[in-house]
């Protein structure tokens, strides 16, 4: 199957070229970079730190979507929903890791799954799909007695906050409660703030160093606490699920999936 990489100087972007590289079955169709890059006409694998391939990165996107079967996408929402729209009309499949997209990017995701199989997810490791799946079982275990509050730590130069999977586990608790994490969300506190209103869902972000993403849901109830943890030590998790999301595109009808469709877990 042949993988294009848009973003590909990017440090997923970097990672998912030596998976594909690694991955029987992949075949790199060659990397794109935003217009201006540095990185452009460097051979996208070398700078991947593996052997050259022959293939330079380029800035036109559109090639590289008619070079390829399925595009992983790790870059910024607004280059993803240029990339969606290029899916649809070129009728290949588009794998998303981009954070950080707001409701207009994710409708523009959801307009461009009528053509085009996208496979969309804030976090692409096994282990975080199977913690959301306990979160909302949790979360529809206990009452809102128990507070929910989540907890993520991201290394230095992550620009969202909080993470697109501290959200998603939001998502997941507050479906477990049967509410809207809208309505419930606390995203930041300073100051006088006053006491904690019940059915709150808190979040707390941390940033330093290298660290590649651990997140907490702690449910806190009066006397004793619940804390189900992730914690990813190396970004290859989520290049690794993102070639495996690549790979199950082949063959899927049109249509916005989760992480969950391609691991089975729904
Ligand atoms: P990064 O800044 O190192 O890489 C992003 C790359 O995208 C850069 O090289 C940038 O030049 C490139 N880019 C920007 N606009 C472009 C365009 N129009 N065309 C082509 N390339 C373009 O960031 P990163 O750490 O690799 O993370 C990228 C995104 O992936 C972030 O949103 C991050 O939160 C997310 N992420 C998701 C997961 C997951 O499992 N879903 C895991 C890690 C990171």
Redesign the pocket.
Known sequence: MKIGI????????R?LVREILATDGCELAGG????G?D?IGRDVAEIAGADAVGLTVG?D?KALFQASDVVID??????TV??AALAASLGRALVV????LAADHLSSLAKASEKAVIVQ?????VG?NVLLGLTEQVAAMLGDDYDIEIVEMHHR????AP???ALALGDAAAAGRGVDLETVAQRGRDGHTGARATGDIGFATLRGGDI??DHTVIFAGDGERIELTHKAGD?AV?AR??VRAALWTQGQVPGLYSMRDVLGLE
Do not use: I, L, Q, W
């Not at 848009?6 to 972007?13: D, E, I, L, P, T």
């Not at 890791?97 to 950080?100: D, P, V």
């Not at 997810?121 to 490791?125: D, K, P, V, Y």
């Open positions: 848009v973003g590909c100087a990017g440090r997923m972007g990672m794109s970079e935003a217009p890059s990185m800035d996107a790790f870059t910024v929402p607004v280059a240029g990339h890791g981009t954070t950080g997810a804030a976090n692409m490791s975080v130069h992550k620009v969202d993470s697109g999977t590649a993403g970004r989520f699920g993102a």
